[in-house]
């Protein structure tokens, strides 16, 4: 992993530091990271997930995006996920559902993975 990958993983584990984080290197440099637990809010079943998503090697200068969730996912409403929201998906060796949330305007100083995720989970909770 490069040093900027390892930095992000590290930073994940602190701003989750109530989570288990799972990790694995990639071949060019990136990571694959799984967070698990997290809770998404009374609209959905369950009401936590994990969250996996890819840190690639030119991280920071590349969007983390998507991110990916339980398969299970449903809303308590019985409506669809909606839009930002596809699959089931093959994610890292599971099924997933895909999250679809770009970063137009990616600042690397300011858009970290931590952040990024964060940001995502907030997303679905608002959905």
Do not use: C
Request: charged share 25%; hydrophobic share 40%.
């Amino acid at each position: 992993m490069t040093p900027e990958v390892e930095q992000a993983i590290r930073e994940i584990e602190t701003a989750f530091d109530d989570h288990k984080v799972d990790f694995e290197p990639e071949v060019q440099g990136g990571a694959y990271v799984v967070v698990h637990d997290l809770f998404i809010g009374d609209r959905y079943v369950p009401t936590t997930t994990w969250f996996g998503f890819l840190i690639t090697f030119q991280y920071p200068r590349a969007d983390v995006y998507p991110h990916f969730v339980d398969p299970q996912l449903r809303r308590t409403d019985g409506r669809p996920l909606g839009a930002g929201f596809s699959g089931p998906t093959a994610w890292h060796g599971r099924s997933a559902i895909q999250i679809s949330r770009r970063s137009n305007r990616l600042n690397p100083a300011v858009d970290t993975a931590a952040t990024k995720l964060a940001k995502v989970i907030e997303w679905v909770k608002s959905q």
